[in-house]
């Protein structure tokens, strides 16, 4: 196996990727009080979801540590890559760039990168398929990690949940200046900065009128469609997740459209019916 992609469980794998050798995961662990959790294929959405909701505390997570992201390099492969959620958003990034340090010590002839995906979910998806895509072209490791940094700076992520309650409360929402009331059922429309922060990009009023908003901003903002694969991550609604696929569907001819569950740290953060879309 010439090559391994290792994704943190903030990205989610479809059945295909589970079962592909080249891939694999490296977990997160969640909190909720005293209920604690590895985000592996042992997490419960649903009981995790049940726990969120009885709690008045916000759940919590918290990153690999070196040594698991050291174990995932270990191997065969002699190219190996490492795709994490947004560095702004978790110290995930930062331990595998420790792990590639002591990985690189121990074994100088194989190549280690950490991509930053400066995204979550399906984004992190999206990167380690371009990864392979590069890597299976005959690309040499040098330009799937030119390749790759191009298609992350070029990657948009729009999201609408149906509560702002746990960013809010984990401090990720810093950098806007206000969110209006739930009382008034406003939805915003939120993405990502070019550096992998949150911001909001609209607004509507009601969950379906700020789902079609959000197809809206995809639309406005993104080009040659044809040419790309979106996905779409949702949290325990893939009747809502199915609905925004069709009405992408309606106006922009994508290469290919994946649609995700939500695993363990994306549930944490998106919630009960939340939407998130990386292209």
């Known amino acids: 196996m010439g090559y391994k992609i290792i994704v943190d469980s903030c990205g989610e794998f479809t059945e295909e990727l589970k079962k592909d050798e080249h891939f694999s995961s490296v977990s997160l662990e969640l909190d909720v009080d005293d209920y604690h959790v590895v985000d592996d294929e042992s997490f419960c959405q649903a009981e995790f979801l049940q726990k969120v909701k009885e709690s008045p505390n916000c759940p919590k997570s918290a990153c690999p540590s070196p040594q698991r992201y050291y174990d995932a390099f270990c191997g065969e492969a002699q190219n190996i890559y490492a795709v994490t959620l947004s560095a702004k958003l978790s110290g995930s990034y930062g331990s595998a760039c420790t792990a590639k340090q002591m990985f690189e010590a121990d074994f100088p002839d194989k190549n ?7 995204s979550a ?3 992190e998806t999206l990167t380690g ?3 392979q895509e590069l890597e299976e072209a005959g690309h040499s490791f040098e330009e799937v ?3 790759t940094e191009q298609y992350i700076e070029s990657q948009q992520t729009f999201f609408v949940l149906e509560t702002l309650e746990t960013l809010r409360k984990n401090g990720r929402l810093s950098n806007l200046k206000a969110l209006v009331a739930n009382v008034l059922n406003i939805k915003p429309v939120m993405g990502a900065t070019p550096d992998g922060l949150i911001c909001q990009l609209a607004q509507a009023q009601g969950m379906n009128k700020a789902l079609e908003r959000m197809v809206q901003e995809i639309l406005k903002r993104t080009k040659n469609c044809e040419e790309k ?3 779409i991550s949702h949290c325990n609604c893939p009747k809502r997740a199915q609905k925004v696929k069709e009405q992408i569907e309606k106006l922009m001819k994508f290469k290919r459209i994946l649609i995700l569950e939500t695993a363990g740290v994306s549930t944490m953060y998106a919630n009960d019916g939340g939407v998130i879309i990386a292209v």
């Open 229 to 231: 694969m979106l996905a």
């Open 121 to 123: 979910s399906g984004g």
């Open 145 to 147: 990690v030119k390749l």
């Open 129 to 131: 398929m371009k990864i």
């Open 112 to 118: 280690v990168y950490v991509f930053n995906s400066c």
